[in-house]
């Protein structure tokens, strides 16, 4: 009986040991020193991240891109090296490496002729020297009800017979706002704004901003732009009877073709819109629509009734039609 009850205090003696030690890695609250491997593939890098107790990875890919997961992949624009970093998040702390990246390829299109009249890119220089501002005089903002809803919003029959706005419509610290769209690294789109920015007022309570009066745009002094980066999509008719042209330098170009912005930044108005429909673009005037379609959860700020009293009920489609010309 007593080697069975020494031997049963020794068993247990051990097993609380091995349980203390694994509940001292378990509860390690930082990662482990972070391994990055990469693979390049043309244009193309696809990272995975190795750190030991890391629960989740955020990633600054160095080309604006800043994905989530141990694997991810960005697409480069341009060749050049790239410090990309990775960040291990442990239950506490977290644990960062960095790694250069070489990538000898870039995306052959990127010298396109809608991106080279966006950015102004010359050629000689290697700068981005378009500087978009606001068209003086009446038609610098349109805004209407969509007439029918397509398959895509990309396709919609433009009318821009409510074109209107005049002169002194809209505040003039509000239309003093210069954007770049730059064809370098991280394709940066730049939106430099003067006295305030203007604040579409559908979204400005969501955004947390003042209001004056429920169908008035404010121009907010307290706005920041974020950091961004742009990119432009083609996208193709969808059938014989859904069709769309771009004006593109007095070309008309089959399809839509869509600037795309990150982060949450927008032309113009602080609204819904990241992405905008090209109208018309040349090397002096650019014409943009977007979809500014009321969200669902309007009502939360406003009274559903009197939105729809007025014509826009929530969920209802809106769209806005902006005329920006070059700065000389």
Not at 122 to 128: A, D, R
Request: net charge negative.
């Amino acid at each position: 009986m007593k080697k069975f009850l020494l031997g049963f205090i020794a068993l247990t003696v051990l097993s609380f040991s091995a349980c203390k030690k694994d509940d001292n890695t378990t509860n390690n609250d930082t990662p482990g020193p972070v391994k990055i491997t990469y693979n390049v593939d043309g244009n193309s890098v696809t990272y995975h991240a190795e750190a030991e107790n890391a629960i989740s990875y955020a990633w600054d890919l160095g080309n604006g891109e800043t994905p989530s997961g141990q694997d991810v992949t960005g697409t480069y624009t341009f060749p050049g090296t790239y410090t990309v970093k990775c960040t291990a998040k442990g239950r506490v702390n977290d644990t960062k490496a960095t790694v250069d990246v070489d990538v000898t390829e870039g995306d052959p299109d990127v010298f396109n002729d809608v991106n080279v009249a966006l950015s102004g890119y010359n050629s000689e220089t290697g700068e981005s020297e378009a500087v978009w501002v606001w068209a003086t005089g009446p038609g610098t903002m349109g805004d209407g009800p969509r007439i029918s809803s397509p398959d895509t919003v990309y396709f919609n029959p433009i009318d821009d017979s409510w074109w209107q706005s005049e002169e002194g419509d809209l505040p003039e610290d509000g239309l003093d706002d210069e954007y770049s769209f730059k064809l370098n690294q991280k394709m940066e789109y730049v939106n430099n704004f003067g006295t305030a920015f203007m604040v579409n007022w559908a979204w400005a309570a969501s955004r947390g901003y003042a209001l004056p009066g429920i169908w008035e745009d404010v121009a907010y002094e307290g706005y920041e732009a974020p950091q961004a980066s742009w990119s432009v999509e083609h996208i193709d008719n969808i059938n014989d009877t859904l069709t769309f042209e771009t004006n593109i330098n007095g070309t008309m170009m089959p399809g839509a073709y869509v600037i795309h912005l990150t982060n949450h930044a927008s032309i113009g108005m602080e609204s819904a819109g990241c992405d905008y429909q090209i109208l018309k673009l040349t090397a002096d005037t650019l014409w943009i629509r977007y979809d500014n379609t009321f969200p669902e959860d309007l009502g939360n700020y406003y009274d559903p009734d009197v939105l729809e009293s007025q014509g826009a009920a929530p969920g209802d489609p809106d769209e806005a039609y902006l005329k920006l010309v070059r700065k000389k």
